[in-house]
């Protein structure tokens, strides 16, 4: 059985990587991994496939599907039973907020269908709005599908699925190197320690000799050969703790009163192989948001090193590309760890992974990891902990009383206790592990059970000739000037909260920004947004108005957009430009508001919801607040009912300017709108329509909808 996945932030991983558990259970060979780790032809190898993927951006494949999702389209496969032979099923991940929910299992299973494939089981398409998120539709999906399974291909004549309390074979392979030295300390972390009793160890060549020589020697599987055609790209993805739209608790109800302690040290530097990475430097890491404001924004400024190369690439991208930050565990919480799993003796000592995760990046260096640099670079230790996770974990405790609570929360029916326990409290996984200090994982189990560190992706927020015009000198610590030819910028809310259990909570990621000072060196990412083709067929998408509508950070891709329109301006006759902001309050969160005053061609409408009086939000379309409160409540997100009353909001004011908007209409724009997923993109849509109809554009709602789908140029980008 091939397990397919197409995940962005690891959802529908977690959900590939328990049907796998399930299927090997029942005696499968299986193969589970991302969908473009296989090849169409591959499908025809196997027996059954399974697809899981999530949907992303708006309506569209996770980007690790999209090479397979290209292929799989290929004109030429039309009408060639290409598929006859394969059997799928098919889980999908969505949110219901979202326009097209849920449409990236649905295209692909319409695809799969056309080519002659047999559905062998009912698809499901989960939503992470529902209470209990995706499992209130998964884990009953799961048990009729592995009932259908035993149904359709019953096992053989005296063999029995293999049950739950019986441990599995690791998939990955991993061990300390059993004959090399420990390697010389690094010198930014925090271990010297813990070499001093090493004596003369053989030179480092010869050991990096040694090292590849055996590694080399343990890598025959065809998995760990299998291409790397992820590497070649960068996609979206977001930290869950990060994620504030599937967050169930309003922010204000867990506001962190005093920013979280600096760690004594910050993680170190070492750089990892990050596909198509930039070598950066921090330039400047400012709070924008004021200390008394629930949230900390950072305008963090990168200069990218590289020569004309990387100019041409990162001006080709026309103020819309993304930077993907790899976030690292602090040294602190990686020695916590170290402690808790008695690994203090081989914690230093080389790895030897000949079979490991696609996702795991090597030290860009060269040298092989150690447990520790493993630790810090790659492996989730403070992600909130998942079901396999604690599945696994019953497994190395001799402890009956921690054998037993593990077990309980996997017990159908204590979902709710399995929430509460993690993902309420978005309690850590070195968390859980110092609650259960019998638990002691063997080290060759380690990349089965923690989670990969994920990048998150950011606009770049600055665009035009901001990015190359002059070039960024900042002093290093020898007093030497360095020289950045490139300057990229990022506006990043980070997420704190004091959960339930009282403890500070921060995004893996925030916290990494949040302490990234001026001259950090890092690696990252830099790629093209998602629907950034749609955004600009150049040039004449410039021609066109453009009307931004953006709340909170999403102003950060419309501040890039503008200023790319505006150096562009020379040689094209740029359309108007009008901009919805949408923030809190006037003095807190208008980011950027007092860049706009002398752009011409650009008029900014500010929306403040905290400031306004109600009677200047009022207007006779407004949508009964009732209803929306509602939905609000039983979301979690307001915790006050009278909160949002009578609050001037980006649909109301674009309303409010009908006129002005129509004239824009007729003329086919550019529509952006970005900021947070939800009800905002629902209600923004909403008024377009309304105004379309209310100035005689179009003549009834429908009309609208067609008028947005095809006469302008629609990009949403929202999370
Ligand atoms: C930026 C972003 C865009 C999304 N777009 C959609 C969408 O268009 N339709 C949908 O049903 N769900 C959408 N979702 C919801 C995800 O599919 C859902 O949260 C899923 O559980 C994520 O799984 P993953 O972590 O495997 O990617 C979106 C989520 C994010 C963060």
């Known amino acids: ?211 590849n020589e055996r590694q080399d020697a343990s890598f025959p599987s065809w998995e760990a050969r299998a291409d790397s055609s992820w590497e070649l790209r960068t996609g979206d993805s977001v930290d869950t703790l990060d994620k504030n739209n599937v967050l169930k608790d309003h922010p204000s109800k867990y506001l962190l009163e005093k920013p979280r302690e600096i760690m004594r040290y910050t993680p170190p530097p070492t750089r990892l192989a990050i596909p198509h990475g930039y070598h950066v430097k921090v330039i400047d890491n400012s709070r924008v948001t004021p200390f008394d404001h629930w949230q900390d924004v950072r305008h963090i400024a990168f200069g990218v090193s590289g020569g004309k190369k990387t100019i041409t690439y990162i001006e080709g991208l026309l103020g819309q590309a993304v930077l993907s930050i790899y976030p690292k565990n602090y040294p ?105 200090p019998g638990v002691k994982i063997p080290v060759d189990r380690v990349l ?82 998602r629907g950034r083709n749609v955004m600009m067929p150049f040039p004449k998408a410039v021609e066109r108005p453009l009307i931004a509508v953006a709340t909170g950070t999403g102003i950060a891709p419309i501040r890039a957009l503008i200023q790319e329109r505006k150096q562009l301006e020379k040689d094209h006759d740029i359309g108007e430009t009008i901009l919805f902001f949408g923030c809190r309050n006037k003095k807190k969160d208008y980011h950027f508001g007092g860049e706009w005053g002398p752009i011409d061609g650009l008029r900014v409408f500010p929306c403040f919801s905290r400031d306004d009086p109600p009677e200047v939000a009022a207007d006779k379309w407004e949508r009964p607040i009732k209803t929306e409160l509602e939905e609000d409540i039983e979301f979690g997100l307001v915790m006050d009912p009278d909160l949002d009353k009578g609050k001037r909001y980006v649909q109301n004011e674009i309303r409010a300017r009908a006129k002005e908007v129509g004239k824009l209409m007729r003329k086919g724009p550019i529509v952006a709108v970005c900021g947070s997923a939800g009800k905002m993109p629902v209600a923004v849509r909403k008024a377009f329509v309304d105004v379309l109809v209310g100035e005689g554009v179009v003549k009834d709602e429908g009309e609208g909808e067609r008028w947005l789908e095809h006469k302008v140029i629609y990009w949403e980008d929202t999370w």
């Open 448 to 529: 089965d059970l923690f989670p990969i560190i994920r990048h998150r992706d950011f606009s770049v927020c600055n665009g035009g000739e901001s990015l190359t015009k002059n070039p960024h000198k900042i002093k290093a610590p020898n007093g030497v000037l360095e020289v950045f030819p490139v300057r990229i910028e990022i506006l990043a809310a980070l997420v704190e909260y004091k959960t339930i259990i009282r403890k500070p909570r921060q995004g893996l990621c925030s916290r990494y920004l949040k302490h990234l000072e001026p001259g950090t060196e890092l690696t990252v990412g830099i790629s093209p947004a």
């Open 1 to 211: 059985m091939a397990i397919l996945y197409g995940s962005e932030t690891g959802t529908a991983e977690e959900i590939a990587i328990e049907l796998e558990d399930m299927a090997r259970r029942l005696h499968y060979q299986t193969k589970m991994d991302e969908m473009d780790s296989f090849k169409l032809s591959d499908l025809l190898k196997v027996s059954l496939v399974v697809f899981v993927t999530s949907t992303t951006g708006q309506g569209d494949m996770p980007t690790n599907t999209l090479n397979f999702w290209k292929n799989l389209r290929r004109e030429k496969l039309n009408n060639s039973n290409c598929l006859g032979s394969v059997k799928f099923a098919i889980f999908g991940l969505g949110d219901s907020g979202y326009r097209k929910f849920n449409w990236a299992a649905r295209k692909l299973q319409v695809r799969l269908v056309q080519l002659g494939a047999t559905e062998f089981f009912r698809a499901a398409e989960a939503d992470e709005r529902h209470n209990n998120g995706i499992d209130s539709i998964y884990l009953p999906w799961k048990e009729e599908f592995r009932a259908a399974l035993l149904d359709k291909y019953p096992l053989p004549e005296g063999t029995a699925p293999i049950p739950d309390d019986q441990l599995l074979p690791p998939k990955y392979s991993v061990r300390v190197s059993p004959t090399m030295e420990p390697f010389p300390p690094d010198k930014s972390a925090t271990q010297s320690a813990l070499y001093s009793h090493v004596d003369n160890p053989a030179p480092l060549s010869q050991r990096r000799f040694e090292y």
């Open 332 to 436: 602190e919480d990686v020695q916590e760890l170290i402690t808790l799993m008695d690994w203090t003796e081989i914690a230093d000592k080389p790895l030897e992974m000949a079979y490991k995760p696609r996702r795991l990046l090597a030290r860009e260096d060269g040298e092989p990891s150690t447990l520790r640099d493993v630790l810090t670079h790659n492996l989730d230790i403070t992600a909130i902990p998942k079901r396999n996770f604690i599945r696994e974990l019953a497994f190395f405790t001799d402890n009956p009383d921690e054998i037993e609570r593990l077990r309980e929360f996997l017990l159908p029916g204590n979902e709710q206790e399995f929430y509460d326990y993690t993902s309420r409290p978005r309690r850590t996984i070195l968390e859980l592990l110092s609650d259960f």
